[in-house]
């Protein structure tokens, strides 16, 4: 930290500014010498104005924010920097905007988790670049530990549970797509590919059997962390241990 800390008083950078960390990992795991200080040169030509250097056989980019909370997707270098990473197995993993140095080391964390998350849960298209942003997996970081130790029971209300253990797959997929389409019936139902009705049944059904009712902000919030549940349990291979 003291190292850093030097380095970027030498480059002015402001210490207390607003910072995103990226992380450049290898894909291909060659990690050799070579490409990583070549890849760290062209890094270095995209982010002039940022500090870049090696940590842990990564390649690690402070960027700096200055004053101003805009999405890192949103600076001059972001275009050039997309069509960079398009050409090399690079994944590349975006920590929380953080403010002053003292904050590197957890989205350092932050940056990995990304990566790790978006690996994992299949997150990552093959025809776009990789690039992962941890605000995108914040509910996945909060819910793993619950998933791996089996104690989603402290968590989420047994009504949840027992909807999670009998696995209807019509019911959980309406779930998703009620929270995912901000609980627009009409655009739901047509996602869905069923009729407007059955959506209804459905909605109902939910409430009938299972005592939960999508009316209700304090069912959503936990229905929500039950469906990220489940993706960390398909993408780690993990059992629930709910029956």
Known sequence: ?????????????????????????????????????????????????????????????????????????KGDEYKEFIEFIQNYTLSVGVSKLFDGISGI????????????????LNFTDSEKPFINFYDDFVLHDLMYDFVVKKKLHYILDSTILKLLADNNTNLITTVKYYLDYNENLNLIAEKLGIHYNTLKYRIEKLKTKYFIDLKNSDSLIKLRLAIVSLEILEGYKLDLGLN
Not at 9 to 37: A, P
């Open 1 to 73: 930290m003291l190292l850093i800390r030097k380095k970027l008083s030498n480059f002015k950078f402001n210490l207390d500014s607003n910072m995103y960390l990226l992380c450049l990992c290898d894909l291909d795991n060659i990690n050799s010498k070579s490409k990583i200080n070549y890849v760290k040169q062209m890094v270095q030509g995209i982010f002039e104005k940022h500090y870049v250097f090696i940590f842990e056989q990564n390649i690690i980019v402070l960027y700096n924010n200055k004053n101003s909370f805009d999405y890192f997707n």
């Open 105 to 120: 080391r957890n989205a350092y964390f932050e940056s990995l988790s990304a990566i790790n998350f978006a690996n994992h």
